[in-house]
């Protein structure tokens, strides 16, 4: 099983930029798809951006060209890097690795809080 926890939150004015990151142990990383969803206040949980583990992006169409997935599977670390943020990008933000097999797993990281206001 693996264990996430995310990190690199925080208050940030309309425009800047974040870089979340989130951390693996437990099992093996290079096996996992790895993924950032957001919940924001009232709203359901959303698939932001995700990174197969042949390195694959996949992004949400209202994050596309601002956000970047990464991963460094020697470290173990996946990013997230977020530019030009906009209010309605305010949400929690979940860290989420998946592997497909036999049944789909998926596990969470605690979430790390972005607020983006003036």
């Known amino acids: 099983q693996i264990h996430l926890v995310d990190s690199g939150g925080g208050l940030v004015q309309p425009g800047g930029s974040l870089r979340l990151s989130c951390v693996a142990s437990g099992s093996i990383f290079s096996a996992y798809d790895m993924g950032w969803y957001r919940q924001a206040p009232g709203k359901q949980r959303e698939l932001v951006a995700s990174?197969?583990?042949?390195?694959?992006?996949d992004y949400a169409v209202s994050v596309k060209d601002r956000f970047t997935i990464s991963r460094d599977n020697a470290e173990n670390r996946v990013y997230l890097q977020m530019d030009s943020l906009k209010p309605d990008d305010t949400a929690v933000y979940y860290c989420?690795?998946?592997?497909?097999?036999?049944?789909?797993?998926?596990?969470w990281g605690h979430g790390t809080r972005v607020t983006v206001a003036s």
């Open positions: 989420n690795a998946r592997r497909v097999g036999l049944i789909t797993e998926h596990y």
């Open positions: 990174i197969t583990i042949d390195g694959n992006t």
